[in-house]
């Protein structure tokens, strides 16, 4: 779930009741009730047998938000999605090409800074008005649904994103997808520009069984683009199976992991702008409490970049590393990895309501470095584990649920 939302008092079917006025607790319960609902019966089943994302986008063209494509990047992969999104709509922004609507998934760090405008995040009262005057029509969908169908939470933030866009006169639109392409509304999105950054052996429950499964998932966007460009990761696969596109090359990186740089690449071949050096939640480094603090998301050991770590290892002496990795990310893989490059991690669980937030690999493969369960949105429980570990810098990786929490800790302090 995002930050601040709890379990939902009520479902999203039938008709809107009178009541007290909506807050933005009660907007988030709102948007994830029906996921909730549905979640005991989703474990172990794919997106194709849960997700249908048709309903919805056919309510967004009969209210006329969906914006022409010729407006629109969207952006897919295993890994850089969100960055190559931020930074896109960040080049956009410069050029003077706004205003510039930017829709990712999951939030930053709060769940309204998942929707920005020249990079500000949709104000509360806003993002209040606008579900409010959509919440009729979706109650009225929702309770059209099969048994065991649902609106995604994805598909009802974006669909207060276009509307608060179209309200604010937005002219050019980067929307980052969900896990998925087929049975995502990003996937019946048109779009000039399509972008696949990556492809990676996750979610295989979801949209696998196979990582060929998710790279036909992911790279399905050709259908509905007239330009697709490719991260190395994806155009091999987009090789294998035949589907032609723009293969961006892996430009030098030093200060920062090649993937940063790669993002930047893919960026600026989209908007056709120089990018800037933006921050972006997936990479960072600081100074906590004394110690210098590396942080960047890692699903594989693809997504890892071997040079940096070993210059990080050069740099900060007596470097210990520290992963929250789920069962639906390569975990053994991403360990073994760090372990052969002398970086052998400890582990944390996260806890939670945010999906399925299971850490059985972990924990039976690496019982003896595992450090303990900690909620999702508990910044000082991760702070004292953090405290427990040995004296010296720290190399922090996972997903991206992880690096938010990691966020928060360092504001904490």
């Known amino acids: 779930m995002g930050f601040g939302a709890s379990r939902p008092q009520a479902g999203m079917g039938g008709s809107p009741q009178e009541g007290p006025p909506m807050t ?3 907007c988030l319960d709102h948007i994830y009730s029906g996921y909730l609902a549905a ?15 048709r309903p919805l986008m056919e309510l967004l063209a009969e209210m006329r938000l969906i914006p022409p494509a010729e407006r629109v990047i969207r952006v897919t992969g295993s890994k850089g999605k969100g960055s190559v999104s931020r930074l896109a709509a960040a080049a956009l922004t410069v050029a003077g090409e706004g205003p510039v609507g930017l829709v990712v998934s999951p939030e930053e760090d709060h769940a309204l800074d998942r929707i920005r405008i020249d990079g500000q995040a949709i104000p509360e009262e806003d993002f209040i008005a606008v579900h409010a005057r959509l919440k009729p029509r979706l109650d009225a969908l929702a309770a059209s649904l099969k048994p065991g169908r649902y609106l995604s939470p994805f598909g009802l933030f974006l669909a207060v994103a276009l509307a608060w866009f179209k309200e604010k006169g937005v002219r050019r639109f980067v929307i980052e997808g969900g896990r998925g392409v087929r049975h995502d509304e990003t996937g019946l999105f048109p779009s000039a520009t399509s972008i696949v950054t990556s492809i990676l052996p996750e979610h295989l429950a979801q949209i696998g069984p196979t990582e060929e499964d998710v790279a036909r998932d992911k790279l399905s966007i050709a259908a509905n683009s007239r330009r697709l460009l490719l991260g190395p990761l994806a155009a091999s696969w987009a090789d294998r199976l035949g589907i032609p596109g723009e293969s961006i090359a892996q430009p030098p990186a030093e200060a920062a992991p090649a993937w940063y740089e790669l993002d930047r690449a893919l960026a600026q071949a989209a908007t056709g702008h120089p990018v800037p050096l933006a921050p972006v939640p997936s990479f960072g480094r600081c100074l906590w409490r004394g110690r210098e603090i590396v942080h960047e998301a890692a699903i594989a050991p693809a997504s890892l970049d071997f040079d940096f770590l070993a210059r990080l290892k050069e740099t900060m002496p ?9 069962d639906d990310k390569d975990v053994t893989g991403v360990v073994a990895a760090l372990e052969s490059r002398g970086l052998p991690p400890f582990h944390v669980e996260l806890t939670g309501e945010r999906g399925f937030l299971s850490h059985e690999t972990a924990k039976r493969l690496w019982p003896e470095r595992n450090k303990g369960a900690v909620r999702y949105d508990d910044a000082p429980a991760l702070a004292e584990i953090l405290d427990s570990l040995p004296p010296g810098p720290l190399y922090l990786a996972g997903t991206q649920t992880f690096l ?4 928060r800790m360092i504001a904490a302090d």
């Open 39 to 53: 979640k005991p019966l989703l474990a172990g089943r794919p997106d194709s047998e849960t997700r249908d994302p």
């Open 24 to 26: 933005l607790q009660s």
């Open 404 to 407: 938010r929490l990691v966020r």
């Open 318 to 326: 007596g470097l210990h590393a520290l992963v929250s990795l789920p």
